[in-house]
């Protein structure tokens, strides 16, 4: 069985036992693990000794109260898969335990967390950061293993690991998609069979257009309600609904420019 931690001492007593002297990889995750999550455990375990995973629901990322609740988390499916993949162990906190502070400090960065996801979801960016530092510092672990889907959140945690030297290294990896395209989320779960077709059509239109306004136009034509689709620092970012599913993604510009009309 894999050992679950559910206190800072009991990890704390696993890590110094099991993990000193070796390399040990972190996947922080929020828990409603997939194919995506699969990825990051995968490559921490073939770059580590041993990998380590924490499943934690946030609640201080979400500013929208109904998202937090409808998370389509699983506890035992989780663990089930944590412990086919061959993962070491895992790290699993309640609110009070990562939060004795009651979210009194945080962490907050002044300039990229405020565009993109960061001005659709005020507060979102303070959440992820502040709840990341505390789990990276607890973690002990050489390497953390991030997804290129939350791209923005990827930039800002390398970015707070180095305004802080945090003595870690944040490993990025890309972005697991289903066959039709759609980028792996925990959210995807929530989408109906229709809108789950529908969904295939975002990546799709992301890369083709040309240009942010003509993504923008096409998306809607779509039947999406966008929120934004930017071209920003090499990449194109996208934000969109689907019948009350929020749904985004990212290419780096030289895919778009590569894949043109292929991903059609
Ligand atoms: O990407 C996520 O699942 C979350 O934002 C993270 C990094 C686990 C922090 O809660």
Known sequence: MIPVCRSISEWRELRSKRFNGHSLGFVPTMGGLHEGHSSLV??????????????????????????YETYPANFEQDLALLEELGADAVFAPDYELMYPDSYRYKVSESLDSLSL????????????LTVVLKLLNLSGAQ??????????????VKGMVDAFFLPIEIVACETARAEDGLALSSRNRRL??????????FPKILCAASCPEDAIADLRGAGFDVEYVVDE????????GLEGVRLIDNWPLSVLQQTKGSLS
């Open 233 to 240: 620092e090499g990449r194109r970012f996208g934000a969109v």
């Open 192 to 201: 109906t069979e229709v809108a789950r077709r529908k969904a295939a059509a």
């Open 42 to 67: 995968r490559r921490s375990l073939a770059e580590n000794d041993f990998t380590a995973v924490s499943i934690f629901l946030n609640r201080t990322q979400f500013n929208n109260a109904s998202d």
């Open 117 to 128: 996801e960061g001005a659709q979801r005020p507060g979102h960016f303070d959440g992820v």
């Open 143 to 156: 390497r953390a293993y991030f997804g290129e889907k939350d791209y923005q959140q990827l930039r800002l």
